[in-house]
Nanobody, 114 residues
Framework: QVQLVESGGGLVQPGASLRLSCAAS????????MKWYRQAPEKEREFVAE???????KYADSVKGRFTISRDNAKNTVYLQMNNLKTTDSAIYYC????????WGQGTQVTISS
């Protein structure tokens, strides 16, 4: 079955960096568009970034220029490099795919605090 396992979250200070990873299994990873979403307390889940094989990455306006999504099809892994983190980036970050059907990982907590 489809499995998405996130890692790399943590507690850091404003201005720091984190790299999230998502290990995927149970489907043909190279065919899938991979996405990151996030959900802050008492807020709705929101789109963060997306990468499809052979296409330009897409980003939410709030993270453009600070976050970079990438993928390694040989390792079935998608990454989210997050730089210059802000307190407003604090959230649970989810790895998501819509191929072969919508699937979500369990999430990894990212907390930005001084």
């Amino acid at each position: 079955q489809v499995q998405l396992v996130e890692s790399g979250g943590g507690l850091v200070q404003p201005g720091a960096s984190l790299r999230l990873s998502c290990a995927a299994s149970g489907f043909t990873f190279s065919k899938a568009a991979m996405k990151w979403y996030r959900q802050a307390p008492e807020k709705e889940r929101e789109f963060v970034a997306e990468i499809a094989s052979g296409a330009s990455p897409k980003y939410a306006d709030s993270v453009k220029g600070r976050f970079t999504i990438s993928r390694d099809n040989a390792k079935n892994t998608v990454y989210l490099q997050m730089n210059n983190l802000k307190t407003t980036d604090s959230a649970i970050y989810y790895c998501v795919t819509d191929y072969p059907f919508w699937s979500w990982g369990q999430g990894t907590q990212v907390t930005i605090s001084s």
